[in-house]
């Protein structure tokens, strides 16, 4: 290899570098985190894809509704996310559970936009709570 063709290899894998470091990325998976290529309204959690919206307790096709477990576990990762595709009509976060205790607080439910927080524990009065409006705000998770 010549002194030419080894400083411009060289200036690639420094321009590969600088754009990882950049773009919060792996040089050999580009969405790193778990592996997963989740959506841009989606938080990744151990390799599986979690979304907030307002879709009445329905999941799109290969999710499901996810666990309160889970949700403790990414809440707070849903700061900056949006709805998936509609914006909900009550701020209590269905899940798997039987009850919802997450919800959502008011800057950031049943508004367009991105969400200024996550789901808190007892947000918006949400504690043993169930409810199912048509557009109520759903948690869910790839399967």
Not at 29 to 34: A, F, K, L, R
Not at 95 to 123: D, H, I, K, R
């Amino acid at each position: 290899m010549s002194y030419k063709n080894l400083t411009t290899y060289a200036v690639c894998l420094l321009a590969i570098a600088l754009w990882c470091v950049l773009s919060n990325a792996s040089p050999l998976n580009v969405n790193s985190e778990d592996s997963n290529n989740c959506a841009k309204y989606e938080v990744s959690h151990s390799n599986h894809c979690y979304y907030l919206d307002g879709s009445g307790g329905q999941c799109a096709s290969g999710y499901k509704r996810a666990s309160e477990t889970v949700l403790k576990a990414i809440a707070t990762q849903f700061k900056g996310k949006t709805y998936k595709s509609k914006v909900s009509d009550n701020c209590c976060v269905w899940t798997s559970n039987a009850y919802e205790n997450w919800g959502m607080p008011a800057t950031s439910c049943n508004v367009p936009g991105t969400f200024q927080s996550g789901p808190v524990l007892g947000g918006s009065l949400c504690t043993q709570a169930q409810q199912h409006y048509p557009a109520q705000l759903t948690f869910c998770g790839s399967s």
